[in-house]
């Protein structure tokens, strides 16, 4: 039982270039999220999942799309990444939103040039 | 969107010395108040989901109370260690119930 796993754990890329980043969870979980971690900002959502094939804007979610095409998986994409998407990625997971704790991968630290 | 607020900021605790502090949230639609551990360099890990109005939940020497009435939790930790340094979050449901807004958190730095 992994839980909640992110690939890749770190990237560097060059304004414009293009990345995914892939959540995985063995856990069943209905529900998935992805947030970025920036200094003295906590954490902020970008988009999220109540459930596979449905997606949603979370509070900074512009330049960003994702996909939840199977239930245990949760894609981030970046299309034309900018200095400013240099942060720490999170995903993580849970059974039900507000009584349910939330599980979290280990992160994606990525750094745009 | 909803304001979830926490202080102090930071602190600053000696070893062996207990500390609290505060998250603040909206006190109507209340359905839940949530408490994570996040240490440098990892992700943020779970210590309580709380419900009830004067619910009060423990875990070693970490423990929470809840007034959903007046819409705030106070942290304790007892006896405080080295390992109890990092940052510590509270989260609070939007209205929908489907996503959590997270506070800044508060730092807390245990000297030895």
Redesign the interface.
Known sequence: NAGVTQTPKFRVLKTGQSMTLLCAQDMNHE?M?WYRQDP????R?IH?S?GEGTT?K??VPDGYNVSRLKKQNFLLGLESAAPSQTSVY?CASSS????????????TRLLVL | ?LNVEQSPQSLHVQEGDSTNFTCSFPSSNF??L?WYRWETA?????LF?M?LNGDEKKKGRISATLNTKEGYSYLYIKGSQPEDSATY?C?F?NFG?????????TRLTIIP
């Open positions: 529900y999220y003295g900002m906590g954490l959502l999220y109540v949603a979370g509070e999170f039900r939103a507000s009584q349910e704790t939330q599980y979290f991968g280990p992160g | 969107i359905y839940a949530h990892k992700s943020p890990e779970a989901v419900t979050l989260a449901p119930n489907e996503k959590l807004t997270f506070g800044t958190g």
